[in-house]
């Protein structure tokens, strides 16, 4: 006999806390990438030594980049508090950014690869690009499948509120009165 009490209409628990935590912790994974590639390009741009017409260049082409940053790292941010609250739209950032790192990545690997293969980086025909691009490239492809594959299976782990809202209001349409 069980010690507490059991009704068969109690609604049982999705795993969607843990997807959660793996979808907090990558936005979290993205958002330190972004934070590191504004402060990369804030030390290029302003505070290296060199005074040279390419620190003016940097400022120049990096400044939209970095616009693009900061909006994607509010972006997450407002996803980690969609996810804490569990609500749906907070899988998209991590669907996106992983969607556009994996194709980002494998478009720069396939020029790398043909680019060394060549000899046209100044290296030998058939050399092979060095290995921390290629290191660089397989964990852009590694985080970007990840974050797609949690992103996916962490938004279907949890119905979607419009869906629970529509189960719960009888004279909702669909239902066949209208």
Do not use: H, K, N
């Not at 690869?113 to 852009?140: D, I, M």
């Amino acid at each position: 006999m069980p010690s507490a009490p059991v009704t068969p209409d109690a609604p049982l628990e999705r795993p969607a806390s843990r997807w959660r935590t793996a979808g907090v912790v990558l936005l979290g994974l993205w958002s330190a990438l972004l934070v590191a590639a504004i402060a990369l390009w804030v030390y290029a741009a302003f505070l290296s030594g060199s005074a040279s017409a390419d620190r003016g260049l940097v400022q120049l082409v990096g400044a939209p980049f970095v616009l693009v940053a900061v909006g994607l790292l509010w972006w997450a941010w407002r996803s980690v508090l969609a996810l804490r609250q569990g609500r749906r739209e907070g899988w998209t950032l991590l669907l996106v950014l992983g969607g556009v790192a994996v194709m980002q990545a494998v478009l720069t690997a396939r020029a790398v690869l043909t680019s060394s293969s060549t000899g046209a980086a100044g290296g030998t025909p058939g050399s092979g690009p060095p290995p921390e691009v290629a290191a660089g490239l397989l964990a852009a492809i590694v985080l970007g499948l990840v974050s797609v594959c949690v992103g996916v299976v962490g938004r279907r782990s949890r119905p979607a509120a419009d869906d629970a809202a529509e189960d719960d209001d009888p004279g909702a349409p669909g239902d066949g009165q209208r």
